[in-house]
């Protein structure tokens, strides 16, 4: 189910929609990578269009360049990036402080020049040795599955996610028809359903595995973690564009700007203080380009977390 259209507008990727969002941010990461080489430049910006703001993406140096022609090159690129040893450093179980200083210690040495910092990059992402809890390191917080399911299903997507993937992610209006044991990082509101409109208890549903999910998209989402680095801060891990409001829970917070920006300053953006307080100031950011906030909430359902639908704020 392709909508047609002559630009390239991502139409599958809704950027209300928190797993849309960070697909949307992870597929400019990505190409800016994989395309470095050849001296192109994506950029990328918001357009309200197929009922949602969608990001549409250009590519600087090569005028007549689009999406489906760079999608192979991106789609070798993810299978091949570097940033995926930081997944597999753990064997699916969630680091001591001491396991995860060690892979940290290992993934500076080897740094030569900035392309290298992949690894180093997810494991920011990831979290920090320097802030404990329960016996292990404090980890990020838009993390929704449990800590060792997030690092092994960040693993399968890494390994099984194909080109086909991608483009209807990309291109297609989402069908979620992609298997979703072991393949979902639990980003999407869609995934929050309650006991109460169950037959049975969540955990351990066998109904669950009829269930879908976009691989493509949660493989891309992961590529937009780097972007979002968890910090100690008195103590406690933060990560960018998370705050807790007292009183009323955990928010996520994301902008959505209307001129064609490139990584480093989508990466600023994603980082403004004025986003994190309970109401920013709209105008200010309006100034700055930017014409939507959205806005999650993380709960928990037992031992899962989920994010909200997200609300213009």
């Not at 630009?7 to 990727?13: A, H, K």
């Not at 395309?35 to 994506?42: E, K, N, V």
């Not at 639990?186 to 169950?198: F, G, M, N, Q, V």
Request: hydrophobic content about 40%; charged content about 25%; aromatic content about 10%.
């Amino acid at each position: 189910m392709r909508p047609e259209h002559n630009s390239n507008v991502l139409v599958g990727l809704d950027g209300g929609n928190p797993l849309g969002f960070l697909a949307a941010v992870g597929t400019l990461r990505s190409a800016t990578l994989a395309l470095g080489d050849l001296h192109i430049r994506p950029c990328m910006q918001w357009r309200k269009t197929f009922g949602g703001w969608r990001p549409e993406i250009q590519f600087v140096g090569e005028e007549c360049l689009t999406v489906e022609a760079v999608l192979p090159i991106i789609s070798k690129w993810l299978k091949d990036a570097p940033g995926k040893i930081a997944f597999e450093s753990f064997e699916s179980v969630r680091p001591s402080q001491e396991k995860f200083r060690a892979v940290a210690i290992r993934a500076n040495e080897n740094i030569s020049d900035f392309n290298d910092r992949a690894e180093l990059d997810f494991l920011a992402a990831f979290g920090s040795e320097a802030v404990e809890e329960n016996g292990c390191i404090a980890n990020c917080a838009i993390r929704a599955n449990r800590s060792h399911e997030f690092l092994r299903f960040a693993h399968n997507l890494i390994s099984e996610t194909e080109e086909k993937h991608f483009r209807k992610t990309l291109l297609e209006v989402w069908l979620y028809d992609d298997p979703i044991e072991t393949h979902s990082m639990r980003w999407d509101p869609r995934e929050d359903i309650r006991y109460a409109l169950r037959w049975r208890k969540p955990e351990g549903d066998p109904a669950r595995k009829f269930q879908g999910t976009m691989w493509g998209a949660n493989r891309l989402a992961i590529e937009a973690l780097p972007l979002m680095p968890s910090v100690p801060v008195k103590g406690r891990l933060e990560t960018t564009g998370v705050s807790v409001f007292r009183g009323e829970g955990i928010y996520w917070t994301w902008p959505i700007w209307e001129n064609f920006l490139g990584l480093e300053t989508v990466y600023s953006l994603l980082s403004l203080k004025e986003l994190q307080k309970r109401q920013p100031d709209r105008e200010k950011l309006l100034a700055m380009g930017i014409a939507e906030v959205y806005r999650s909430q993380r709960i928990s359902q037992g031992k899962y977390r989920n994010f909200t639908t997200a609300i213009s704020v």
